[in-house]
T-cell receptor
Framework: DMKVTQMPRYLIKRMGENVLLECGQD?????MYWYRQDPGLGLQLIYI???????SEGDIPKGYRVSRKKREHFSLILDSAKTNQTSVYFC????????FGPGTRLLVL | GQGVEQPDNLMSVEGTFARVNCTYS??????LSWYQQREGHAPVFLSY????GLKDSGHFSTFLSRSNGYSYLLLTELQIKDSASYLC?????????????FGLGTRVSVFP
């Protein structure tokens, strides 16, 4: 059964703290993505990873970085979180179509 | 630039149908996907089209006209549980690895 997992599902952080969002997939997909979704803005692409240690900026990479050390894991890192990074973050992986994880709801106070 | 446009809302009645329209303007085209997203949940893949015409998948059907930059998702025999947002997403040609460009979604409300 194809699956994308995300941890944690809910997270509250204070402004300036570091944030680590984890994503895993069991489909051996090469390509993985991080999106954020906000009301009125829809899904916006933050970063793409084509494979291990092969990452590319998406449309809104500022304030984020990523790490892909194993094909099945893709991490999103916020160094010194800001209040405007409060959002729902979705990870996805794809061969031809994209499969989404359940999302992480991040609140930055 | 490129954009994907969808109406914000659509209301319909249980047992009837709903057609969710999507227009796009992209520098190239390498397929269009439809996703269903319930409140508080992740998008769930419904359909992918890359050739013109109607693709019948039973409860969901999708139509594409590349020359017009237009697609629709047709939901038939509506049920209350079909109430959700439906997202249209386009992939630019030659930009497979650039991810999808999503519309903001159409919130479909099905009433008894």
């Amino acid at each position: 059964d194809m699956k994308v997992t995300q941890m944690p599902r809910y997270l509250i952080k204070r402004m300036g703290e570091n944030v680590l969002l984890e994503c895993g997939q069991d489909m051996s997909h090469e390509t993985m993505y991080w999106y954020r979704q906000d009301p009125g803005l829809g899904l916006q692409l933050i970063y793409i990873s084509y494979d291990v240690d092969s990452n590319s900026e998406g449309d809104i990479p500022k304030g984020y970085r990523v790490s892909r050390k194993k094909r099945e894991h893709f991490s999103l890192i916020l160094d010194s979180a800001k209040t405007n990074q409060t959002s729902v973050y979705f990870c996805a992986s794809s061969a031809d179509t994209q499969y989404f994880g359940p999302g992480t709801r991040l609140l930055v106070l | 630039g490129q954009g994907v446009e969808q109406p914000d809302n659509l209301m319909s009645v249980e047992g009837t149908f709903a057609r969710v329209n999507c227009t796009y303007s992209t520098s190239g085209f390498n397929g269009l996907s439809w996703y269903q997203q319930r409140e508080g949940h992740a998008p769930v893949f419904l359909s992918y089209v890359v050739l013109d015409g109607l693709k019948d998948s039973g409860h969901f059907s999708t139509f594409l006209s590349r020359s017009n930059g237009y697609s629709y998702l047709l939901l038939t025999e509506l049920q209350i549980k079909d109430s959700a947002s439906y997202l249209c997403a386009v992939r630019d040609r030659g930009n497979y690895a650039q991810g999808l460009t999503f519309g903001l979604g159409t919130r479909v409300s099905v009433f008894p």
